[in-house]
């Protein structure tokens, strides 16, 4: 895997682990009693973005590092995962 690829995996990967992350422990101006006017009840009140960002940097970046090493050590390649023979005949 060229080091492209490991930047591209560890964005996908940061990517999808913020929104996963996002919704986990949020609560709404509705739970909070609080709806402030011209805002729809539903969103947040507390959501402090900066540790979230922390906290899915930190996930994201072990995940990332166990990606990494079953790619990097086990030899897995690309034909490997190719179940349907779509790269051609190996």
Excluded: H
Aim: aromatic residues 12%; hydrophobic residues 55%; proline residues 2%.
């Amino acid at each position: 895997m060229s080091i492209t690829g490991f930047f591209v995996l560890y964005a996908v990967t940061w990517f999808i682990c913020l929104w996963a992350m996002l919704p986990i422990g949020l609560r709404t101006q509705e739970d909070e009693n609080e709806v402030v006017a011209g805002t729809q009840s539903g969103a947040p009140a507390n959501l402090n973005f900066g540790r979230k960002i922390k906290m899915v940097t930190i996930v994201s970046t072990l995940i990332w590092i166990v990606m990494v090493s079953a790619i990097f050590f086990s030899g897995i390649t690309l034909n490997d995962l190719d179940i349907f023979n779509v790269l051609g005949e190996r």
